[in-house]
Each structure stands twice: as C-alpha cells, then as structure tokens.
C-alpha cells in the first residue's frame, strides 16, 4: 500500500509542474504561444518508474489543446493519468473553456470534466450545478502563466485555480535559486522555484530553463522530509526551430 501511494504521488508531483513555451511576436507587442512536445522520465530515489508527455498545439482561431499522459509503474502495480484542457489566449490573458482529467490503474479510478462559461461568469464541475466562477484557472493554465511570468522577469506569483478533482485552492509559488542540471536531456541552466505550502509537510520545488522559454525541465517533491518522487526532462520539441533539441 506505501509503495502505490508512492507511485501516486509521483505522478501527482509531475502533474503539478508542466508547463509549455511562449514566444514574443516581432510585429505586435503581444505575446504568441508556440506549439511543442516534452517528454519526461519519472524516478524515484534514483529508479525509473515510468514516463510523461506533455504537448500544445493551436488551430487557426487562437483556440489551444494541451495534452498531458503520465505511466508509472513498480512490480504489478501502475497510475495512469491524462489531462486535456482547451483554451484561448489574447491580450496576454489565458481563457479557460473546458478541462478533463482521467486516472486509472491500482486503486479506483478517477475522473473530472469542467466546463468554463465566461460570458455568465459560471463554472460546471462534473454534472454539478454551475456555480459562480471568479476567474480561476485550471489544474493545467496556471503552470503556463508562471512561465510567462518568469520570462516577464517576475519571481513571485499567486493563483487561484480548481484543480484535477474539482476543488478550489490557492497556490503561492517564489523563485528562490539558479542552478545547473545534468539531466537525460543533458546539461542546462534551471531557475529553482518553490511552491510556498502552510501547514503543510509536503514540499515541491521545480526548475524551469530560460535557454527553452522557461519549460520545467525538473520537478521533486518530499513529504516529511522524504523524496517522494522527481522528473527530469528527456527530449523537447518546438514549433521555434532554434529550441527544438531531441536526445
């Protein structure tokens, strides 16, 4: 039982750190999102227990998709997990419209969709009755704006969001280093952020690089002291041909 709420929180601490690449528009003083795919190994105390991608893409209306899958397995045990969220971005302002969130494997399965409805202001979780929505983001979006903000020079960042099993949290996040990693995708210089939790034993702190537009490229979290699990970056593509490196 230990060893699957391990492999649990292992996914649990990759689904809480993915973020996805932006890139400034020569002819307007807006800010474009750029289309990529990151894949992820999943360890702990040094053992490979699995895998996670993460991929954007855009269509011709300014409408995105981002797809999040994550597999981590031990002996005859294993979590699966998925994402999607659709949204917009204009003027700098992520919209959410719908999210979805799937999990299966040892243990129950789980699952959560929610639908964003800007123009009344509500928000409809599962086949729940809307309720008032005051802007939050999704499990997914606020790990983008802490990368648009980290490339806008900030280095503390707030949010309120509802997450992947539709609750409402608050999340407060500060950058508290510079380091160099060496990871399967090879040596590269990550800015440490860490999330700021009270009355809490759990700690995450994530590394996001300025050489690929601020991608999290390393992720660990401890709960009382101990590693519960950690990613590092394998390969990452971009639709900006000067960041796409694959190893």
Do not use: C
């Amino acid at each position: 039982m230990q060893l699957v709420k391990s492999m649990i929180l292992v996914s649990m601490t990759l689904i809480l750190g993915l973020t996805f690449s932006t890139q400034n528009r020569a002819d307007a003083n807006t800010e474009q999102l750029v289309g990529f795919e990151a894949g992820y190994i999943v360890y702990r105390f040094g053992r490979n227990l699995g895998k996670a991608k993460l991929s954007l893409k855009a269509d011709d209306n300014n409408q995105y998709t981002l797809n999040y899958y994550s597999k981590v397995s031990a002996f005859f045990l294993s979590d699966i997990r998925s994402e999607v969220s659709f949204f917009s971005f204009d003027n700098k302002q992520l919209q959410p419209q719908t999210y979805a969130y799937n999990r299966s494997g040892t243990g129950s399965d789980k699952s959560t969709k929610i639908h964003f409805d800007a123009e009344n202001s509500k928000v409809k979780i599962n086949q729940a009755q809307p309720i008032k929505w005051s802007g939050q983001l999704d499990n997914q979006l606020y790990r983008l704006d802490v990368q648009l903000k980290l490339a806008s020079g900030a280095r503390e960042f707030v949010y309120d969001i509802v997450n992947n099993r539709g609750e409402f949290r608050h999340y407060e996040l500060k950058v508290v280093g510079k380091e160099q990693l060496d990871l399967p995708f090879g040596m590269i210089e990550g800015i440490k952020v860490k999330i700021m939790r009270k009355n809490s034993s759990r700690e995450t702190i994530a590394w996001f690089s300025p050489q690929l537009n601020y991608q999290l490229v390393k992720l660990k979290q401890f709960k009382d002291g101990d590693e519960q699990g950690e990613i590092r970056l394998k390969y990452f593509t971009s639709d900006n041909s000067q960041l796409d490196s694959k190893n």
